[in-house]
């Protein structure tokens, strides 16, 4: 099993820059693809970012391109969102989740039901 916990969500200006970070715990992180997701209220969970089990594959949605960067350090059972340039649309809870195994491809990525592992979630609020 593995548990994920959030942390680094606050309030940040538009056009500001916020670290998002999810500390894993179980023996198969290393070998978990992970994904970050974001829900507003009265929304549906949406996909911002995937990452292999090793970090060498990432995917984004199309909104986030360029703005956000997923990374991952297994030494350390941590997966990172770098967000920067933030707009009021950014503001959610973010979710940081973990798959059971690796997944091979994109389509899974952006998929909730792909992924057996979430965390609570940490707010994110954007201010014009």
Request: charged letters at 15%; hydrophobic letters at 30%; a neutral charge.
């Amino acid at each position: 099993q593995v548990q994920l916990l959030e942390s680094g969500g606050g309030l940040v200006q538009a056009g500001g820059s916020l670290r998002l970070s999810c500390a894993a715990s179980g023996r198969t992180f290393s070998t978990s693809a992970m994904g970050w997701f974001r829900q507003a209220p009265g929304k549906s969970r949406e996909f911002v970012a995937g990452i292999s089990s090793n970090g060498g594959h990432t995917t984004y949605a199309d909104s986030m391109k360029g703005r956000f960067t997923i990374s991952r350090d297994n030494a350390k059972n941590m997966m990172y969102l770098q967000m920067n340039s933030l707009r009021p649309e950014d503001t959610a809870v973010y979710y940081c989740a973990a798959m059971a195994t690796d997944y091979y491809g994109d389509y899974g990525y952006s998929q909730t039901s792909y992924y057996d592992y979430w965390g609570q979630g940490t707010q994110v609020t954007v201010s014009s």
